[in-house]
Protein backbone atom coordinates (compact mmCIF):
# COMPACT_ATOMS: atom_id res chain seq x y z
CA UNK A 1 0.00 0.00 0.00
CA UNK A 2 1.12 3.84 -1.22
CA UNK A 3 2.05 5.98 1.62
CA UNK A 4 -0.11 9.51 1.25
CA UNK A 5 2.87 11.64 0.58
CA UNK A 6 3.42 8.98 -2.65
CA UNK A 7 -0.24 9.08 -3.30
CA UNK A 8 -0.43 13.00 -3.28
CA UNK A 9 2.96 13.17 -5.41
CA UNK A 10 1.20 10.77 -8.13
CA UNK A 11 -1.65 12.69 -8.55
CA UNK A 12 0.24 15.90 -8.63
CA UNK A 13 2.87 14.76 -10.85
CA UNK A 14 -0.38 14.16 -13.49
CA UNK A 15 -1.90 17.80 -13.09
CA UNK A 16 1.54 18.91 -13.32
CA UNK A 17 2.02 17.19 -17.08
CA UNK A 18 -0.99 19.25 -18.13
CA UNK A 19 0.63 22.94 -17.27
CA UNK A 20 2.39 24.86 -19.43
CA UNK A 21 6.50 24.92 -18.98
CA UNK A 22 7.08 28.27 -17.13
CA UNK A 23 4.51 27.56 -15.03
CA UNK A 24 5.45 23.63 -14.26
CA UNK A 25 9.47 24.20 -14.28
CA UNK A 26 8.81 26.53 -11.25
CA UNK A 27 6.36 23.83 -9.61
CA UNK A 28 8.55 21.22 -9.85
CA UNK A 29 11.42 22.74 -8.33
CA UNK A 30 9.38 23.73 -5.39
CA UNK A 31 7.92 20.40 -4.86
CA UNK A 32 11.52 19.08 -5.27
CA UNK A 33 12.96 17.74 -1.56
CA UNK A 34 15.42 20.08 -1.60
CA UNK A 35 13.30 23.13 -1.64
CA UNK A 36 11.48 22.24 1.60
CA UNK A 37 12.90 26.20 3.31
CA UNK A 38 11.34 27.89 0.31
CA UNK A 39 7.98 25.88 -0.10
CA UNK A 40 7.01 26.31 3.29
CA UNK A 41 6.79 30.38 3.57
CA UNK A 42 6.01 30.44 -0.03
CA UNK A 43 3.30 28.12 0.95
CA UNK A 44 1.73 30.24 3.69
CA UNK A 45 1.99 33.09 1.94
CA UNK A 46 -0.15 31.98 -0.97
CA UNK A 47 -3.03 30.86 1.89
CA UNK A 48 -2.20 34.72 3.53
CA UNK A 49 -2.75 36.21 0.01
CA UNK A 50 -5.72 33.99 -0.78
CA UNK A 51 -7.54 35.32 2.20
CA UNK A 52 -6.93 38.52 1.07
CA UNK A 53 -8.54 38.09 -2.51
CA UNK A 54 -10.85 40.47 -2.38
CA UNK A 55 -7.61 43.05 -3.26
CA UNK A 56 -6.08 43.74 -6.96
CA UNK A 57 -3.76 41.05 -8.04
CA UNK A 58 -4.11 38.43 -5.11
CA UNK A 59 -6.84 35.89 -6.06
CA UNK A 60 -8.51 32.91 -4.33
CA UNK A 61 -6.43 30.72 -6.39
CA UNK A 62 -3.50 31.42 -3.96
CA UNK A 63 -5.17 29.19 -1.40
CA UNK A 64 -5.29 25.89 -2.50
CA UNK A 65 -1.67 26.15 -4.43
CA UNK A 66 -0.42 27.37 -0.83
CA UNK A 67 -2.28 24.06 0.62
CA UNK A 68 -0.56 21.77 -2.16
CA UNK A 69 2.75 23.11 -1.41
CA UNK A 70 2.44 22.68 2.50
CA UNK A 71 0.48 19.17 1.68
CA UNK A 72 4.56 18.34 0.31
CA UNK A 73 5.64 18.81 4.37
CA UNK A 74 2.79 18.66 6.75
CA UNK A 75 1.27 14.65 6.79
CA UNK A 76 -2.27 16.04 7.82
CA UNK A 77 -2.94 18.23 4.84
CA UNK A 78 -1.92 15.24 2.61
CA UNK A 79 -5.54 12.99 2.71
CA UNK A 80 -7.54 15.92 2.52
CA UNK A 81 -5.14 17.78 -0.38
CA UNK A 82 -5.19 14.59 -2.21
CA UNK A 83 -9.24 14.03 -1.96
CA UNK A 84 -9.62 17.30 -3.39
CA UNK A 85 -7.62 17.09 -6.03
CA UNK A 86 -9.25 14.08 -6.78
CA UNK A 87 -12.41 15.66 -6.57
CA UNK A 88 -11.25 18.24 -8.94
CA UNK A 89 -9.99 16.35 -11.81
CA UNK A 90 -13.11 14.51 -11.76
CA UNK A 91 -14.86 17.05 -12.17
CA UNK A 92 -13.22 18.73 -14.84
CA UNK A 93 -13.49 15.49 -16.93
CA UNK A 94 -17.55 15.36 -16.57
CA UNK A 95 -17.44 18.84 -17.45
CA UNK A 96 -15.18 18.47 -20.74
CA UNK A 97 -17.10 15.23 -21.76
CA UNK A 98 -20.24 17.15 -21.33
CA UNK A 99 -18.36 20.34 -23.79
CA UNK A 100 -17.71 17.80 -26.16
CA UNK A 101 -21.55 16.41 -26.68
CA UNK A 102 -22.71 19.89 -26.84
CA UNK A 103 -20.24 20.45 -29.29
CA UNK A 104 -20.90 17.37 -31.21
CA UNK A 105 -24.83 18.37 -31.94
Known amino acids: MLKDIDRLNRRLDRFERR ?20 RIPVGVLL ?29 FL ?5 WALSQLERRWLRWRRRRRKEAGR
Open 78 to 82: RRPTR
Open 19 to 38: LPRWVRLPLRWLRAPSSRWV
Open 47 to 75: IVAGLFSFLPLLGLWMLPLGLVLLAQDLP
